[in-house]
């Protein structure tokens, strides 16, 4: 094998299980990667050590035939999962030396089946933003670059620094968040897989929290079935979330095999948005035309509330972040600026600690809950939020999953939209419905821009369908072929 | 619907987020640019529609009233910025 880095999840499994190559080699293969990668800025924390000792645990399991799923597969996880004893940061200047003491459940099932941290990836903080430019330490460039350009270019956000890991093939699979869309628009700017579960599905326990009723993990990576087996291994029912649902985890892996024979899939008239670029409308048209090659049927759907999403998504997320983040007193964790007064040194210490964003945001759901004003924002959204979930019943009565593009726009430059919050906000207008209605949904890399850039096809499914989700997105991917990658540059000597 | 610079302090305080008196303006006219954006919400009518405050309508379940968890004074003080004989320490509140 000339490079192991160069594997998919699931090939790198069967090399693993017949010993062609040791969780040792693969490890260091995916390390060396890493290392050569710092240009990227994918990473706060690389965790070398700690990927070596459960490579050898790896290959202990391995050559006593006691492999376990993801037994010795390389993973990055998005630094607002809690990792006992290794820094988590949510990239705020508020958490930059909290070391959790407790394990977050989606990371505990994946080290209890078999995976290896290599390290914990950037993010915008607190997850709040769609270019990772508002990280703390610095924003995470995209491996792809336009054609004939050096342009700094977003990975997109908020768990960019997964999504370039995957692209720039520093881990084989890698852990996400999504709210308003922070898995599935950054896997489409990066030609990667991401997948949002059904709100419910993974547990919330340990994962630092931005609008709990939003709040979804999941996972990237390079090709569908990879991404289904990731999403098995971090699923099901956990007593320690409120929310997470009680129900039996499908083999997604096997759902992928299924096909899209005799399928219904709906397509949104609402979602064809003016000044979308021509050629993401076109590769919507061909992703419809794809599936019904292969026997499925593509019918017209309204969603009616579509453009009164966002809207009510700026009222709700940042609500809830500002219940959420109240927290962070520098009292019991986190950044404190010592003042003789206690309101004072409340008032100094989140002032300090907490990015230009996250402070926009408190100060945004601060006012929607305020005596006076709870009723015409807060309740209100919380009733335009009940009209869009009833939008996507209506269709999911006649139609098995919805084909959408994931984003407005391929990736854009760094500091292209970073002056203009609702601007920066647009980029969620395909994912934002999934969030407030709660249902699955998947992009997959469905094409190339004129400038050569990826671009993205969404799939969302009714809530606890992701094996439907997997489906479809299985067939776009199949008829796509998508197999460009980004250009090595940053492995600059 | 406008935010003024006394809005920008009372929800700062409410917030607990101080505020340099030079970055109030700014942030009014920021604030003020979204929740202009926001005001479309009041073209839906939702006279007879019922607040959705979690997806999938979904119950809190009840569980034995027991204690699953505790005994961890040292993991919760691990991170504290002043820690004081197994308590958090904070500026004086109480002459």
Redesign the interface.
Known sequence: MSDLTDLTLVEAQAALRRRAVSAHELVEAHLRAIQDANVLNCFITETPLHARNQAKEADRRLAHGEARPLEGIPLAIKDLFCTKGVGTTAASEILR???P??ESTVTTRLWAAGGVLVGKTNLDEFAMGSSNETSALGPVLNPWRRQGSDARLTPGGSSGGSAAAIAARLALGATGTDTGGSIRQPAAFTGTVGIKPT??RCSRFGIIAFAS?LDQAGVFARNVEDAAVLLREISGFD?AD??S??RPVPDFQAATKRGVKGMRIGIPKEYRVPGMPGEIDALWTQGAKWLEAQGATCVEVSLP?T??AL??Y??IAPAEA?SNL?RY????????I???????????S??AG?GKEV??R???G??AL?AGYYDA?Y?????????I?RDFDLAFAKVDAILTPTAPSAAFGLGEKSAD??AMYLNDVFTVTGN????PGISVPAGLSAEGLPLGLQVLGK?FDEETVFRVGRAIEEAAAFNSRPAAWWRTP | MSIDDKTVRRVARLARLHLEPGEIPALARELSGILDWVEQLKDVNTDAVAPLASPHRMTLRMREDVVTDGDKQGDILANAPQAVEGFFAVPKVVE
């Open positions: 030396d909290f070391t003491p407790y709100y419910g009723s007593p409120s929310t649902a009680d509330h453009k009164y809207p009510a700026y009222v500002s109240a007193d520098g009292v019991r964790y986190g950044l404190r010592p003042e003789t007064d206690l309101i004072d040194q409340y008032e100094k989140r002032a907490f402070r926009r408190i100060m945004i601060t006012y305020s924002y309740l209100k959204a919380q009733k335009v939020r009940a009209l979930a919050p609702i407030l209605a709660g249902i809530a």
